[in-house]
């Protein structure tokens, strides 16, 4: 069956732009993460999502982040006047149900550069 | 995603020997684990998990072991082929169970 799917798998910025990151999860998980990992670095969370509604976004860095999900499906990462630090892969991931033992499974993320 | 692991430890061993991926968690609270596989340019992929009323798993030819004495974490690999080169994060959750929280990750790389 279908995975989550992220697009696009790469984009190229300049410093001060803003960037639209998508997320597909898969078909009936209603629950749905975003995750950012550096170079050599394990996955840092950013943002959770139960249903329509961010149940926890303690992980966003800054206000320049922000991350919708309209119809409890498909999600939107965005960031404003984007810099050299926010450099990464972004990670999609989406479980069945947000509780425990519901384990995360990923997207392959997009992978922003800001130049 | 690419070039996943440039930093981090890294076991190297022969096609064929079994492998053991250690991982030491801080937070107390956790009681659900999880075994992720990175290859280059992909996301996550999960392996096995393990509640904390368990101190042993077993999956196909991996093993979890928990030790919530001294938080400690270890995934075994049998007769351990070159498709498993890759990184191997061990992720943990809390008790409220939402959010997943990744170890620094251990680069395994098999000899043919």
């Known amino acids: 069956g279908a995975g989550v799917s992220q697009t696009p798998s790469n984009k190229v910025t300049e410093k001060g732009k803003y960037v639209e990151l998508r997320c597909d999860p898969i078909s009936g998980h209603t629950a749905l993460y975003w995750y950012r990992q550096s170079l050599g670095q394990g996955p840092e969370f950013l943002i959770y999502f139960q249903g329509t509604g961010a149940a926890d976004d303690s992980g966003l860095p800054n206000d320049r982040f922000f991350a919708v999900r309209p119809e409890g499906s498909v999600s939107t990462l965005k960031i404003q006047r984007t810099e050299r630090g926010d450099s990464a892969v972004y990670l999609c991931?989406?479980?069945?149900?947000?509780?425990?033992?519901?384990?995360?499974?990923f997207g392959n993320g997009t992978r922003l550069t800001v130049t | 995603g690419e070039n996943v692991g440039l930093h981090l430890p890294t076991l190297s061993v022969q096609e064929g020997d079994n492998s053991i991926i250690n991982c030491a968690y801080s937070?107390?609270?956790?009681?659900?684990f999880i075994w992720y596989k990175q290859e280059s340019g992909k996301g996550p992929q999960f392996i096995i998990d393990?509640?904390?009323?368990?101190d042993k798993r077993q999956g196909q030819r991996v093993t979890v072991l928990l030790n919530k004495t001294v938080k400690h974490l270890s995934l075994q690999i049998a007769a351990t082929q070159p498709g498993d080169s890759a990184v191997y994060f061990c992720a943990e959750k809390d008790n409220a169970g939402n959010m997943l929280t990744f170890g620094g990750g251990t680069r395994l790389m098999v000899k043919p």
């Open positions: 937070n107390s609270a956790s009681d659900y």
């Open positions: 991931a989406s479980s069945h149900h947000g509780g425990y033992s519901s384990p995360l499974h």
């Open positions: 393990i509640r904390s009323n368990m």
